[in-house]
C-alpha cells in the first residue's frame, strides 16, 4: 500500500508523488506498513498546526517515524509525533518574536509531576482524573472543582477553534474575539498565534500538557509563567463535544489575569 500527501507552506492539503516536501511545507508517506512525515528545513507554523490536525485521525498509539533537518525519528507514536510538531511550531514564532515569549511545552505524567508546578489553582485542574469520562461528566467535574481563570476552547465542523468561556477583563493579551468567534478570524497577532499553536497541539496529542516558560506583560520585563492544558476528547463522542480547558498565571505576579 502507497499514498503521500504533502502540505504546503500555506496549509494546503493535496495528493502528491513528490520525493521531497515543498518549500516551507510537509510530506507525509505511507509505504506498506512504515508511516513517514519530512519537514521541510524552512517549514511553516501554518503546514504543521495542518499537520497535526490531519494526524488526529490516527490512533494514539499508531507509530510514524519523523523527518527534521535530516535526521529521522523513528517507533513515535501520534502524540509523541504531534508534541515534536508543536514545539517545532512554537520554536518558529518564538524565534520571529524573541522580545514576546518563550516556552516549553511537555506532557504532564501524574506520576512524576514536574517540580515547578506548585500553583494551587494549576494543580486544581491538573488533579482531575477525566480520562475515558464522556464529556458531560468531565465538565461537570471540572466545574465543582471551582478553578479560577479557566478558559474553555471548542471546535467548529471545519476544526477552527473558538473560545466558549474566557476569564473577565483578562490583563493579556489585549484584543481577544468574543466567545463562538473562530480564533483565525481575529486573533492574528503573535500571542493570539502562540495561543492557537498550544490549543492545537493539544487537540492533537489528546493529553493534558504543561507549558511554562517567560511571558512579556504590556511592555514589561519578561515574567515566568505556567499554563495547564486539559483536553476532553472522548473516543466515542463527536469531535464538535471536544473541548481544551487551561488556566494559566504569572508566577510572580498570581493577580494578574492571563489566558
Known amino acids: 500500500m502507497r499514498a503521500q500527501i504533502t502540505i504546503t507552506r500555506n496549509g494546503v492539503t493535496q495528493a502528491s508523488s513528490d520525493k521531497a516536501p515543498p518549500d516551507g511545507g510537509i510530506l ?6 512504515d508511516f513517514r512525515i519530512s519537514l521541510h528545513r524552512h517549514v511553516s507554523e501554518t503546514a504543521l498546526i495542518q499537520m497535526m490536525r490531519a494526524l488526529r485521525a490516527l490512533d494514539p498509539a499508531f507509530e510514524m517515524s519523523l523527518e527534521m533537518a535530516g535526521n529521522v525519528t523513528g517507533s513515535l507514536s501520534r502524540q509523541e509525533a504531534c508534541l515534536r510538531l508543536a514545539l517545532r ?29 506548585r500553583s494551587e489553582n494549576l494543580l486544581r485542574l491538573a488533579q482531575l482524573e477525566l480520562a475515558g469520562k464522556d464529556a458531560p461528566s468531565a465538565l461537570m467535574e471540572v466545574s465543582a472543582a471551582a478553578i479560577e481563570n479557566l478558559v474553555s476552547v471548542g471546535q467548529n465542523r471545519s476544526m477552527r477553534l473558538y473560545f466558549l468561556a474566557l476569564p473577565v477583563d483578562p490583563d493579556w ?3 481577544l474575539p468574543s466567545t463562538g468567534v473562530p480564533l483565525d478570524e481575529t486573533l492574528e497577532s503573535p500571542s493570539g498565534r502562540w ?28 515574567q515566568p509563567f505556567q499554563r495547564f492544558i486539559y483536553p476532553i476528547t472522548p473516543q466515542h463522542e463527536r469531535p464538535g463535544n471536544y473541548r481544551v480547558l487551561s488556566t494559566a498565571e504569572i508566577t510572580d505576579s498570581p493577580d494578574l489575569i492571563i489566558i
Open 28 to 33: 507525509a508517506r505511507r509505504t506498506n506498513g
Open 89 to 117: 511550531a512554537l520554536s518558529i514564532l518564538e524565534r520571529a518574536n524573541e522580545p514576546l515569549f518563550m516556552s516549553n511545552l511537555e506532557r504532564y505524567d501524574s506520576t512524576r509531576p514536574p517540580a515547578g508546578l
Open 173 to 175: 493579551p489585549s484584543g
Open 195 to 222: 495561543l492557537s499553536i498550544i490549543y492545537e497541539a493539544a487537540f492533537a496529542i489528546q493529553a493534558p500538557l504543561y507549558h511554562h516558560g517567560f511571558l512579556r506583560i504590556t511592555g514589561g520585563a519578561l
